[in-house]
């Protein structure tokens, strides 16, 4: 054998290698989380969590997210049209994991703002001003305080709420639960408990097609 | 084969498996990092600053063959495993906990990977370092 | 000039300038914080904090500490026994940076326990039993909770008192405090606003002895 | 001088001038992580991981003068420019945001150092090893 083919030879070998170890480690993660997708409580599925669209749809997005993540801003909408395209078919369950500092309060506020029947309307203004309180550099919660003022929230209400146990509890479950599902990224997302081989809105899309089609036309 | 510098001698055959040696170990940190997402900590990163450039150079040595590459490679290699060997010490205790103040980001204590209780990175990095020192000493005195 | 001479002289320049912009660097801040030691209401002195030692000592130790952090722990008892061997002359004043994932929330029954007067003891206890829950891979708040059940605190109360407005705004000011005083590392030490050229506990005692000198004895 | 070998030449003083910039450039780097204790970012470490190892390679160099180390050094010079100037497109935003998923740890678009408003680190790091690669070409150049 010619030196030049040894090398290639060997370079592919150890390329094979990877791709191969990387393929096999993320199927046994993938089947795990498929199980946790069947149950009713699990660290994929906890019934606290607030969703989107109908309870028998059968198929599950779950959308770990933080608030001040800008790539999850930029996937709220497309995410959205995505379940109207298959009307009745996939529902969404939105998670936590707030990994920007001080994401976590704006977390509270968020879940506080559901008490009063507003999760969605706060969502969406605390994607919308984002760029004002999300700094990298000194994420500022107070000013989420201002932001949420003009959503016509009973605020006294929503200040003592944010620090209701229930609340703390949830976050807290998401946090250990995106570990435990090994999210360390946002946003985070499983089909049916599947994840997608690699990060992008088209390859979600193409997992949720994939999944309606396995789930209801077959 | 009439073409006598494309076929393998002794010499060549052992940097070429020096190569594939850095080259294993450079992937397999990738794995850790990339495929598993295992944050690397800082004494992490200083063994990949001495790693990563190894399959770059000893490939330039490779094509065509040029001795000078030990030379080269040996002190990089060397400070590696350096890096390595203090970072397992502190894994497995030998250098004291707490003689460094705690900081943000992922500690240096941290373990990730433990196969059959005692194969951890640090251990693992330390034996890719001694393997690839092993084989460039070798090489060079062969050479010398 | 001979080769091997242009090397090493170029080496020690740089070095020497390495050496120099460091120094100027450090010089620079501690000017910044020694003023800051001289105000009362600065981010290296809020009147919140927990204190120990006189209120009129002239030597003035603040410690950004991480009830997580190993370091935080073995320094304790040592600078405990600083401020003993110059008894009236030295303060020691507790700041928070919890650096630790969960670390904020134990930060949060620290002082909800320092509501109650327990202060130090619930300090200690943490400390004594931070293998059990601040392993670096799962921090575990809950067990804290069993932990402080030793203490004979009103429980309820504590509960109740952890997520107390106020003490939420403590931990964020301190968190706030630390990030501009550029404390990246816990334990992070101040004496009259002077930060140790390198760390150590040596390094502390010796600069508290400098202080306490120059405070004092002249 | 009596002794040639050890009078300076003008290649010598180039590959000198190379030696010193990756030198200044580490110690600069250094300088940010260690005594600013500005956290580096993932593009930063891999930006040292080709930059940290060319002092000691260039040394290697320098005594006994070699031209063969500036073949070695190349690739790695050049690997690190194309990172540089990737997270330089990141920073000012040329690259879009977004297209990648938020991590935990220090972002690689927070904007540490900002001098007469364009002065970034990694405009800082990207200036670094286009120089020395022009240095190196030079010298090759030279050489051939």
Known sequence: ?218 | MADATDSVDTNWALLFACWLLVSAASLGSLFFSEVMELPPCTLCWYQRIFMFPLPILLAMGLFPFDAKVVRFALPIAFLGWVVAAYHLLLHVGVIPEGVSPCSRGVSCKTKYLDIFGFVSIPLLSLLAFSSVITLLLILRRRLA
Chains 1, 3 share one sequence.
């Open chain 1, 1 to 218: 054998m010619k030196k030049h083919q040894l090398v290639i030879f060997g370079a592919a070998a150890l390329l094979i290698m990877f791709a191969v170890g990387g393929y096999f480690y993320k199927q046994q993660r993938s089947k795990k989380t498929q199980a946790m997708a069947k149950q009713t409580e699990s660290p994929l599925s906890r019934a606290y969590a607030q969703t989107l669209g109908p309870a028998d749809a059968k198929v599950v997005i779950v959308e770990f997210f933080d608030p001040g993540c800008e790539t999850c801003r930029m996937f709220a909408a497309p995410v959205k049209r995505l379940l109207d395209s298959y009307p009745g078919k996939v529902r969404l369950v939105k998670r936590y994991a707030p990994f920007h500092d001080g994401a976590d309060k704006v977390v509270q506020i968020l879940e506080a703002a559901r008490l009063q029947g507003k999760y969605w309307e706060t969502l969406d203004l605390l994607f919308e001003g984002q760029h004002r309180w999300a700094d990298h550099h000194s994420p500022n919660p107070d000013m989420v305080w201002q932001l949420v003022a003009s959503l016509g929230l009973d605020m006294e209400r929503l200040r003592r709420d944010v620090n209701d146990p229930k609340i703390l509890a949830i976050v807290r479950q998401d946090i250990t639960d995106a570990q435990a599902l090994g999210v360390h990224k946002t946003p985070g997302f499983f089909v049916n408990g599947k994840t997608m081989s690699s990060f992008g809105l088209e390859q979600l899309q193409a997992l949720v097609a994939q999944e309606v089609e396995a789930q209801y036309e077959r």
